[in-house]
């Protein structure tokens, strides 16, 4: 069956659903939901996340130059969703939707305790993209709940229940089944 021709979008899926927490100068946590973000590098371990100019968090995380990756599962969905739909200028998330913010170890903003993996990162640059930008963000730290590790330095993310986006159907989507490990095509 032939290909069909699309018009170039943003096709690309899964993509991991975050919650970025980020503070105010006054000390003051936010939360917003993104789905634009991955790993960019092994050494040093690297994250990205992309934000438009215009929100909230992007003007936090410009001045502080710190964030905090936190990975939401299929419970907190709900307010997942929500993190995305208000701005944190107006609307106190934490508070709204009950999620508890934790301090950090490494860096200001908190970490969220609904999620069990929080990756604590430091901004090392600021490229603009266009309709985002892209903080790329140091790890400086991984908070993990017990309950997800199987040894004392490995998360299993098969415990984890990560949420995905589809940016095609606007869905959120849960994880599957694990297909084969890293490598097994040539056992």
């Not at 970025?20 to 994250?47: F, M, R, Y």
């Not at 009950?98 to 903003?109: G, H, R």
Request: glycine content about 6%; aromatic content about 6%; hydrophobic content about 35%.
């Amino acid at each position: 069956m032939p290909k069909k021709e699309l018009k170039p979008a943003i096709a690309l899926y899964p993509t991991p659903v975050i919650l970025a927490t980020s503070i105010d100068e006054h000390g003051k946590p936010n939360v917003c939901t993104l789905a634009w973000v991955g790993v960019l590098c092994s050494e040093p371990p690297q994250v990205g996340i992309s934000i438009r100019p215009s929100r909230y968090s992007h003007q936090l995380i410009s001045k502080t130059k710190e964030y905090v990756v936190n990975i939401p599962t299929a419970d907190i969905v709900k307010e997942t969703d929500y993190c995305g739909m208000v701005t944190g200028k107006k609307v106190d998330k934490f508070k709204e939707t009950k999620l508890t913010p934790v301090e950090a170890k490494k860096v200001k903003p908190p970490l969220i305790k609904e999620c069990p993996v929080n990756l604590e990162c430091k901004v090392k640059n600021i490229i603009k993209l266009g309709a985002h930008d892209l903080f790329v963000g140091e790890i400086v730290n991984i908070d993990a709940d017990e309950e997800v590790m199987d040894s004392p330095t490995n998360i299993n993310f098969k415990k984890l229940k990560a949420i995905t986006w589809n940016p095609v159907s606007r869905e959120y989507y849960s994880l599957g089944k694990s297909l084969g490990e890293y490598g097994f095509s040539q056992k």
